[in-house]
């Protein structure tokens, strides 16, 4: 099973800051990795599918990156809307995992 | 617009079972695979099962292979979930949620139904 590390687990920061998260897979899993955002109460929301690629309706501002063991997301400029749990997602491997999340919290 | 309305969730004792169940609207059902997620009360997301839209492929978590069983009825447009020989380490919120792609499976999910507690 691939195992996918997030870091931090928690990000204390203010609107308007840049916010970069990342994502550590125990194996490669080539581009095949996507980003969720959850709020509390709330399903997922897919934001990244294919390490980079923004899903339907997602703002410029949130980018991912890497590939092979290493991914980024990141959020240029944090609105207020954005403060949340994120959590990366390995799409290659039987079973398909997620990572333990990174809480993004107003500092 | 797309909908997918969970039912069936609630409160089993352990060894019991219990079918979900995802009634999806707003979109060609059937070449989408369909997917089986789930949050255990404050922790983080576990997938559970997965079902190609061409084929009937089935994929199971270890934690759940050979108790729950993932299916579909293409003709109701509907997902579901039966789960037997609960335990409690199965509490959790459960979620279907749609591959992105038709035909070509992604396995990255773009819709998510609301959302059924199941408390074991």
């Known amino acids: 099973e691939i195992v996918l590390t997030q870091s931090p687990v928690t990000l204390s920061l203010s609107p308007g800051e840049r916010a970069t998260l990342s994502c550590r897979s125990s194996?490669?899993?080539?581009?095949?990795l996507a980003w969720y955002q959850q709020k509390p109460g709330q399903a997922p929301r897919l934001l990244i599918y294919?390490?980079?690629k923004r899903a339907t309706g997602i703002p410029s501002r949130f980018s991912g990156s890497g590939s092979g063991t290493d991914f980024t997301l990141t959020i240029s400029s944090l609105e207020p809307e954005d403060f949340a749990v994120y959590y990366c997602?390995?799409?290659?491997?039987?079973?398909?995992?997620f990572g333990g999340g990174t809480k993004v919290e107003i500092k | 617009e797309v909908q997918l309305l969970q039912s069936g969730g609630g409160l089993v004792q352990p060894g019991g079972s219990l079918r979900l169940s995802c009634a999806a609207s707003?979109?060609?059902?059937?070449?989408?695979?369909m997917n089986w997620v789930r949050q255990a009360p404050g922790k983080g997301l576990e997938w559970v099962a997965g079902?190609?839209?061409?084929?009937?492929?089935?994929y199971y978590a270890d934690s759940v292979k050979g108790r729950f069983t993932i299916s579909r009825d293409n003709s109701k447009n509907t997902l579901f979930l039966q789960m037997n020989s609960l335990r409690a380490e199965d509490t959790a919120i459960y979620y279907c949620?749609?591959?992105?792609?038709?035909?070509?499976?992604?396995?990255?999910?773009?819709?998510w139904g609301q959302g059924t507690l199941v408390t074991v």
């Open positions: 079902l190609r839209g061409i084929g009937d492929n089935t």
């Open positions: 194996q490669s899993v080539s581009s095949y």
């Open positions: 949620a749609r591959d992105r792609t038709w035909y070509s499976s992604s396995w990255n999910f773009d819709y």
């Open positions: 997602q390995q799409c290659t491997n039987w079973p398909l995992t």
């Open positions: 294919d390490a980079s």
């Open positions: 707003g979109f060609t059902f059937s070449p989408y695979a």
